[in-house]
Every structure is written in structure tokens, then in C-alpha cells.
Nanobody, 128 residues
Framework: QVQPVESGGGSVQTGGSLRLSCAASGYTYSTYCMGWFRQRPGKEREGVAVIASDGSSSYADSVKGRFTISKDNVKNTLYLQMNSLKPEDTAMYYC??????????????????????WGQGTQVTVSS
């Protein structure tokens, strides 16, 4: 059973930084497509960033230049480094996985329905 577990959320002021982590077991980590999504109050869940098995990545326009997705294949851990945080980044952040980690396909995965394994989420709150 693949079960991602997120951590690292919290409360920060505008301009601050946080690093989210997602650890999981039960699968060949390095071959998966992995992503971060977020759901803001009253909004649909939206894709933030994805990283393919080859390490290539893509980002939502709203976070480009501020967020960085990365992974550690030895520790089986996915990360999201979030810098220059804004109040509009306030959301529940979710880790998502899909077994097809090929680069071109993975980088096109931007919808909730594109992933089949989900964590429970970690809350990020940015105050002005």
C-alpha cells in the first residue's frame, strides 16, 4: 500500500520560507511521478509542481521562481522549498504520486485526477 505522509507545514509571515516534505514507502520511489498540490479555502485543488523520474520538473505560473520541487531517492522523500511566501499561498498542501514517472507525461500531470495516491495534507498559513 502506497501511503504518502506530508510534514513541514506551519505559519509564517509574508516573505518567509517553509520546506515541505513527503515520505512514503511501498513503492519504487525513483520511478514515480510525484507532485505537490494545494487547496485554498473555497477553491478547487490545484497543481503546484511536479517532478518526473528523470528529475525534470514543471511549475504552476503562480509559484515559478519562488518554489522548488526536489526529491531524495535514497531517503524516499519529496520536498517543496517555498520562498517569498505570500498570503495567497495559504492552503492545505498535498503530496501526490503516480506510478508512471516518464518525463514528458509526468510534466503534463496538473489535475487532481492525474494522480492516484494522495497524502492527508499539511497546512501552510502565510500572514500579512
Amino acid at each position: 500500500q502506497v501511503q504518502p505522509v506530508e510534514s513541514g507545514g506551519g505559519s509564517v509571515q509574508t516573505g518567509g520560507s517553509l520546506r515541505l516534505s513527503c515520505a512514503a514507502s511501498g513503492y519504487t520511489y525513483s520511478t514515480y511521478c510525484m507532485g505537490w498540490f494545494r487547496q485554498r479555502p473555497g477553491k478547487e485543488r490545484e497543481g503546484v509542481a511536479v517532478i518526473a523520474s528523470d528529475g525534470s520538473s514543471s511549475y504552476a505560473d503562480s509559484v515559478k521562481g519562488r518554489f522548488t520541487i526536489s526529491k531524495d531517492n535514497v531517503k524516499n522523500t519529496l520536498y517543496l522549498q517555498m520562498n517569498s511566501l505570500k498570503p495567497e499561498d495559504t492552503a492545505m498542501y498535498y503530496c501526490a504520486l503516480h506510478s508512471d514517472g516518464s518525463g514528458p507525461t509526468c510534466r503534463r500531470r496538473t489535475r487532481k485526477s492525474d494522480f492516484n495516491y494522495w497524502g492527508q495534507g499539511t497546512q501552510v498559513t502565510v500572514s500579512s
